[in-house]
């Protein structure tokens, strides 16, 4: 697959407003403009847990743009072999481990297949994260999910966040709540370049030791989440 997309981005971890009106503010200082308000994200993560040759198959119907939806797949590990009758029809030898990711956001589905970064392996650079991502809207879970098992993934974990989003020039600034009481909001800021962010960081009024290239669940356990609550960790609805 050419010309991967990539995810470039960074969390903020130290010195972070301590309220949502407090980052809005400082949204507004710096002349960020709301790009997508406060909303629930619910998010279930699946891990390769048995590589095996695979023969499968998923309804071209699932995917909102078919060309993406075979993006993922191909990023996944699979290889359309054929489409009849609306199925494509799928297999693949020995699937690479990718980090996946089924969200709903309250008015979408996202399926998102992300590179898995091994620590020190020279992929995160200044505190900041950069790796592939290829992701595509989905019309219902169900079949994704399906496949996913039927090619050796399984469910790991199931979590639940607010965000609100900015953006501010060619970045997007995130801030996170958590369900559990013992984490305080993070924010995340993500762009088409390391040096895109990191200037956006400095604006901002931070510096590299406020910032960390670490996943949601490490900072949840950073923050004392036992490891049996982050695997579930929801709101109460």
């Known amino acids: 697959m050419q010309n991967i997309p990539q995810e470039i981005e960074t969390k903020i971890i130290r010195r972070v407003p301590k309220t949502l009106g407090d980052f809005e ?25 048995n590589s095996r040759p695979v023969s499968t198959a998923v309804p071209v119907s699932v995917f909102m743009d078919e060309g993406r939806g075979h993006a993922t797949l191909e990023f996944l590990g699979l290889t359309v072999i054929g489409i009849q009758n609306n199925i494509v029809s799928l297999t693949a030898e020995i699937l690479p481990r990718r980090v996946v990711r089924l969200r709903h956001d309250g008015t979408k589905i996202i399926w998102t297949v992300k590179e898995m970064i091994i620590a020190d392996n020279g992929r995160s650079r200044g505190q900041v994260k950069q790796r592939g991502e290829v992701e595509v809207e989905l019309l219902t879970f169900q079949p994704i999910e ?22 501010l020039e060619t970045t997007l600034i995130e801030w996170q709540e958590s369900p559990s009481p013992l984490v305080t909001p993070w924010m995340e800021v993500e762009g088409p370049s390391i040096a895109a962010v990191k200037e956006i960081i400095a604006r901002l009024g931070f510096a590299e030791r406020d910032m960390a290239a670490i996943s949601d669940a490490e900072y949840l356990y950073r923050s004392g989440v036992p490891n049996k609550q982050i695997r579930r960790l929801v709101f109460s609805h």
Do not use: N, W
Not at 26 to 49: C, E, F, N, Q
Not at 146 to 167: A, D, M, P
């Open 146 to 167: 399906k496949l996913l098992k039927e090619i050796g993934y399984q469910c790991v974990s199931e979590r639940e966040k607010f965000r609100t989003t900015y953006s």
């Open 25 to 49: 503010s400082l949204m507004k200082k710096v002349g960020a403009t709301i790009h997508i308000p406060r909303r629930l994200l619910s998010d279930r993560r699946y891990r390769l847990k």
